[in-house]
């Protein structure tokens, strides 16, 4: 039973107030609170040993490091999201059909590791530094992120589009960027590149991109 319990804790989203499921790229669509959501849970308590006993591997990563996404019905969407990270990133740990949770009918669950940092205007350091250093941190953001868009794109012929702010977390040392990470890989933010893009039409859209989603 403790094990079973201590994957439970695995599909808490550690925000200790409430769990936010979302549908595929889509805006939350419901929340309810843990202690709501553990009864849910419990309530498939078979299933949930089931889906334990098939994926152990699950349990190599500490509950607070993982978040869990719900979705409403495995609609092609949503195997395009997990097929793009898997292929963009080391962020996926697993995915599968779970009774109990987050309604007692199967429903599919995805489970990825959780990105250090936050949005950019989550920051503290951003929000107390001068309009010049803004701009500074603005550049340096830009030039990682599109970075990595051309990398992915010309790799993996995978371009990631949705660069609104709540998609990069952000660790900030001072006023100086320390990391970045992109995140979200749902519809409609994934589109395939054509063989014969080149990289500085990619470069140059993704500037344009980032700048437009990026106004101070």
Known sequence: MASILKFFSFLFIINASSLVLTTCGAAPTHSLTIHSLK???????????????????????????VVAKAMREPFENGYAEVKALRTLSDL????????????????????????PGQPIRSCREYRM???????????????????QVVKWALEHRLLFADLHQGNIMVVM????VKSMQIIDFGYPGIFTVT???????????????FADKWVM
């Open 195 to 209: 063989a014969n893009a080149k990289e500085d039409d990619i470069q140059s859209w993704c500037l344009a991109r």
């Open 129 to 147: 530094a001068s309009t010049e250093q803004r701009t500074a941190i603005h550049t340096t953001l830009q030039k990682m992120v599109c970075s």
């Open 173 to 176: 040392e001072g006023t100086t």
């Open 92 to 115: 996926y740990i697993d995915s599968g059909m779970v009774s109990g949770w987050p309604s007692a009918n199967p429903s599919p669950v995805l489970l990825m590791k959780k990105v």
């Open 39 to 65: 009864a849910a849970i419990l309530g498939g308590l078979d299933t949930m040993r089931h889906f334990f006993i098939q994926r152990p591997w699950i349990l190599e990563h500490k509950a607070s490091d």
